[in-house]
């Protein structure tokens, strides 16, 4: 054997009760398990680790991931790496970066620059799903990349790329085109499709061209991840409709950031939950994932009324320009509700700046845009205004509108999972980045006991293999990868906080990708070991 772990505490991904075992890994997988107590000799390797007072559960799988372009910049990656994320899923919120062409490419950089920086350091040398995932693999030099990685096929981007920035229904050729990108997205590799329903361009699509795309996802075995049309106003109907949505295309469901946020949906968490234990009853495949914080993550201009960024980029920024179409925005926002903003008028208490592209721009960061505008005594739009215009829309925030009680009840749902939905730009990024694993383990499942210790790595680890239809994930059994977390479960806690948010976890010394360690003894390694996870679709294919 090539190593040895001894003396586990193996918690093994499936709920039951964990039991103590050696785990001993060969040619990066599970060669053998060996209970305390059970007959026959011990396992021996070329090497053995003490794991005596740790835990052993397989490698976490992080369901909403933005570092899309941050495992192609950064080969040490602690910020997933350190909390035992071994497999991110990627192309999320109808957002990134295939497939595209060329001017498709330079819209989406701009557009989520706020999310993943604007990829002047980066050699987009791909157009398609398949230039994507083998760029993963090719990384540095051929090694690969820090983690492994999903992708999802970004329903915005598509659309950007077959339609434009038009808030009108899509053509028959156009969404023809649109069927063809997500058929050819599928069969080389994708495992789904995401959407922004709140992000221009992919919230001009209507549920008919959804329901048609979503047809083509179902066939290649894959799932529909939409961030949907609303998490404040109509929250709930905007979930009713993506669940009658998925049905419609046969299609399986995975919410993505399953939240009930602003003040009208304070406590209102059982009535989703009473929604989809209806939907499950009735035979729908569904699931979900949310990070364990209040707060949400976006950028400023995500805010703004669709119709203010129908044509694109450039075309906001004329809009914020002109007085009177400032003026309409600035209405939208703080009187009607913008749909950018959930349908709720918004509360400028509650934006707090987290990271700007422009560095002149620094001393916004860590102040909501209420306080920065009492500094410079003017009103909170006209701040915003100015924020937006010299920033060039890059302008990340977070959104100070969760509920406690609500996120705690949802991740108590037999079909949730974790996702950090990590923003990683920014100079004050949310904590969730660097800290939502963690957070579940110390604070819900050891301090709070929302969850067990074991219903806790189960919803970090199999739940999430299994919707993306892992055969050999997911699980501490033999024959399965050695992608593994040891981990405290007395002091595991995440480091990350509002205040400092790339600080990285305590408690957890070792994780392991493929049998190899690219965290040892609580620092990083120099392996990189993670590879692009390709969909069933692409097996098929």
């Known amino acids: 054997m090539d190593l ?8 093994d991904g499936t709920g039951e009760p964990s039991y103590r075992a050696d785990v001993a890994l060969d040619g990066g997988r599970i060669a053998e398990i060996h209970p305390e ?44 790496a350190a909390q035992g994320v071994t497999l991110e899923v990627l192309g999320q919120d109808g957002m990134s970066y295939s497939p595209v062409d060329d001017r498709t490419l330079a819209e989406v950089r701009r557009s989520i620059t706020g999310w993943n920086g604007d990829g002047s350091d980066i050699d987009f040398d791909w157009r398609t799903v398949a230039g994507y995932l083998d760029r993963l693999d090719r990384n ?12 999802l ?9 077959a339609v434009g920035w038009d808030d009108r229904p899509a053509t ?12 050819q997205g599928m069969r080389e590799g994708a495992v789904g499709m995401s959407s922004g329903l709140t992000y221009t361009p992919g919230m001009y699509a209507n549920d008919a061209e959804l329901t048609e795309l979503c047809r083509v996802v179902a066939r290649h075995g894959g799932y529909y991840c939409p961030h949907h049309r609303s998490y404040g106003a109509g929250a709930l109907e905007a979930y009713e409709e993506m669940v009658q949505l998925t049905h419609n295309a046969g299609c399986a469901l995975h919410l993505a950031h399953a939240t009930m946020n602003f003040g009208v949906n304070k406590g209102k968490a059982p009535d989703l939950l009473a929604l989809l234990d209806g ?39 004329t809009r914020l320009a002109d007085p009177a179409s400032a003026e309409k925005i600035r209405h939208h926002l703080e009187v009607l509700g913008s749909d950018g903003c959930h349908g709720v008028p918004i509360e400028w208490d509650t934006i707090e700046i987290s990271g700007v592209s422009a560095p002149r721009l620094g ?17 909170p739009w006209v701040t915003a205004r100015r924020l937006l215009t010299e920033d060039r829309l890059g302008t990340t925030i977070l959104q100070h509108v969760g509920h406690e009680e609500n996120v705690q009840q949802i991740m108590r749902h037999a079909v949730h999972t974790g996702g950090s939905d990590g923003i990683l730009q920014g100079d004050k990024p949310h904590p969730r980045a660097y800290g939502t694993f963690p957070q579940y383990l110390g604070r819900y499942a050891r301090e709070l006991g929302i969850l067990s210790l074991e219903e806790c790595v189960a919803h970090l680890t199999s739940r999430p293999a299994a919707r993306l239809r892992l055969a050999d994930r997911g699980l501490v059994r033999e024959g399965y990868r050695a ?19 790339r600080t990285l976890p305590a408690g957890i010394p070792h994780v392991l990708i493929d049998g190899r360690f690219v965290i040892e003894d609580g620092k990083r390694t120099s392996v990189l070991a993670g590879k692009a996870v390709r969909g069933t679709g692409a097996a098929a294919a």
């Open 153 to 161: 096929i970004p329903q915005g981007t598509v659309r950007m790329y």
């Open 172 to 183: 028959d050729a156009e969404l023809a085109r649109m069927r063809e990108l997500v058929d």
């Open 279 to 317: 939907a499950l009853a009735a035979g729908a495949d569904i699931s979900l994932d949310t990070y364990p914080y209040t707060p949400g993550c976006t950028t400023l201009v995500a805010m703004l009324p669709s119709w203010a960024s129908e044509g694109g980029p450039e075309s906001v920024l």
């Open 483 to 501: 992608d593994l977390v040891l981990f405290d479960p007395e002091t595991v806690a995440a480091g990350s906080t509002f205040d400092e948010p």
């Open 37 to 80: 107590g059970s007959p026959g000799p011990r396992p021996t390797a070329a090497r053995t680790v003490d794991a005596d007072g740790l835990a052993l559960a397989p490698g976490f799988i992080d369901m909403h991931a933005h570092s899309d372009l941050a495992l192609l910049r950064d080969p040490d990656h602690s910020a997933k």
């Open 140 to 151: 540095f030099g051929g090694q690969g990349i820090a983690v492994n990685a999903a992708y």
């Open 4 to 11: 040895v772990l001894r003396d586990a505490l193996v918690v």
């Open 363 to 379: 001393e916004y960061v860590g102040r909501t845009v209420e306080e920065s505008a009492r500094l410079r005594g003017e009103e």
